[in-house]
């Protein structure tokens, strides 16, 4: 009877090891601030900064991009995040995990937890909006990068957050949209964590960003007409530089000219 129990704990335990290597690492993580674990990664030494990515998406993306690495070249702290319901980040399903600003209050969390005063922060697309938010919050921030957005975002009742929300709740309610909703089942996401991102998607107002003071860049593809006109989110912001790189939407946070623009921002 022993040697049966051993057998089937030898089993039990191989098999527990084996369903652990099949899972992805999560590690690093840390412990936010209502016990949602987030995952992070820090590329580099120097002065820090934060890569918010964007929607549907998760650290990954930046990886694939030369402005990480160039970052840290350029004497950097690169760090990057899931934001929660992303990636290997804890993704819950409640309103509460997402109301009142919540992934924001990850990326003030983590920097604590990393012992970090003073940082830059690179937001692109979905994290623009975040980054945007993120400046009325957070007044340890030294400069801002949003790529990707135009000011579309400061209206609470902006057509596509909602399209998004409908689209991710109510299957076929936007053809339109429908590809990019495929894409995100097919890649693995939480639509349901997604949903609610877009349900409380932080909204920052023409008056609110009037009243940023840290020197901003925007950057753009000139292809990019998704999120509305960049100039005017450089014209709502006080001092806001504007750089158009080659790209769409998909594409401009992957060329050199991103990156290079990014870097001598913030090296000034």
């Not at 970090?116 to 993120?134: E, F, M, P």
Request: proline content about 6%.
């Amino acid at each position: 009877m022993s040697r049966l129990i051993n057998t089937i704990l030898l089993q039990v335990g191989l098999l527990l090891t084996f369903c652990a290597s099949a899972q992805p690492a999560r590690a690093p993580l840390f412990i936010s601030f209502d016990g949602t674990r987030i995952h992070y990664d820090i590329l580099g030494e120097g002065k820090p900064v934060v890569l918010l990515h964007g929607f549907i998406s998760n650290s990954e993306s930046w990886k694939r991009a030369p402005v990480r690495q160039a970052l840290a070249d350029a004497g950097f702290k690169v760090i990057t995040l899931d934001l929660r319901g992303n990636g290997l980040s804890d993704k819950p399903h409640t309103a509460e995990a997402y109301e009142r600003n919540a992934e924001l209050k990850d990326v003030m969390s983590l920097m604590k937890f990393l012992g970090v005063d003073t940082y830059d922060v690179v937001g692109y697309s979905r994290g623009a909006i975040l980054t945007a938010k993120l400046l009325t919050m957070d007044k340890q921030i030294h400069k801002a990068v949003m790529g990707g957005m135009g000011l579309d975002f400061s209206d609470p009742n902006w057509y596509r957050r909602k399209n998004f929300h409908e689209a991710l709740t109510k299957p076929g309610s936007h053809p339109e949209l429908q590809s990019a909703v495929d894409y995100a089942k097919k890649s693995g996401a939480d639509t349901v964590a997604l949903a609610r991102m877009q349900e409380f998607q932080p909204v920052t107002t023409p008056e609110e960003l009037a009243k940023i003071t840290v020197p901003v860049l925007v950057v753009n593809g000139d292809k990019d007409t998704d999120n509305g006109e960049p100039k005017a989110l450089v014209d709502a912001i006080p001092g806001a530089k504007l750089v158009i790189v080659p790209g769409d939407h998909g594409g401009a946070m992957r060329t050199p000219e991103f990156a290079k623009a990014v870097v001598d921002f913030l090296t000034k």
